[in-house]
Structures are given as C-alpha cells and as structure tokens.
C-alpha cells in the first residue's frame, strides 16, 4: 500500500521560499507519475507540478513556472517541491499525489490519482 507524507509547510513572507517534501513508501516507485496538487477553502484541488519518478522528468503550471521546480531522489524515495517567490496566492494546502503512469487520465487531473498524502498547510503573509 502506498502511503505519502508530506512536509515543510508553514507560514513565510511574501517573497520568501519553502521547500515541501513528500516521503513516500510501500515499494517501488518506479513507473509511478507523482504530483503536487494545492487546494484553498472552497476551490477544488488545482494541479501545481508532476514528475516522471523513472526519467526525473518534471513539469510545473505555467502560471507558476520560474518559481517551483519539483525534483524527486529515488534513494530516499522523496519528492520535493522548491517554492520561490512566494507571493499570498500561493496559500494553500498543497497535497502530494501518486499514480501509475499508465494509468488512464490526464495526469493534471487530481480524480485521476489514487494515493494521496495529508497535505501541508502552506500560509504566506507578512
């Protein structure tokens, strides 16, 4: 059974960074598509980032592209999500997610993720 945890969430100022780590086990991670996903009060969970956990291949939403990168280490099976820049939008609960990649859907899409970690709160404001 997979199960992921997440951390490094906490309250930053505007224009300042936080890296969120999601520790995952349960075994191999590999041909599993990871994602980062956030949510506020209300909205529904909204696609942040993903990776290839075979290539380390990632992607970020283009609206935050420049200021998150996402990365994951295999050894330590953990998946990072860098955050710079940190503006007020950025408040959210942010949710790590996995699935495997051949799996059906669009991987941008949190109904297509079966695992799913706490979530950590992430809360900029000055």
């Known amino acids: 059974q997979v199960q992921l945890v997440e951390s490094g969430g906490g309250l930053v100022p505007p224009g300042g960074s936080l890296r969120l780590s999601c520790a995952a086990s349960?075994?191999?991670?590999?041909?599993?598509?990871m994602g980062w996903f956030r949510q506020t009060a209300g909205k529904e969970r909204e696609f942040v980032a993903v990776?290839?956990?075979?290539?380390?291949?990632?992607l970020v939403v283009d609206s935050i592209q420049g200021r998150f990168i996402i990365s994951r280490d295999d050894q330590k099976s953990t998946m990072y999500l860098q955050m710079s820049s940190l503006q007020p939008e950025d408040t959210a609960a942010y949710y790590c997610?996995?699935?495997?990649?051949?799996?059906?859907?669009?991987?941008?899409?949190?109904?297509?993720?079966?695992?799913w970690g706490q979530g950590t709160q992430v809360t900029v404001s000055s």
């Open positions: 349960g075994g191999s991670f590999s041909g599993y598509m």
């Open positions: 990776i290839d956990w075979n290539s380390g291949s990632g």
């Open positions: 997610a996995a699935r495997r990649k051949d799996d059906e859907g669009s991987v941008y899409r949190a109904a297509n993720y079966g695992y």
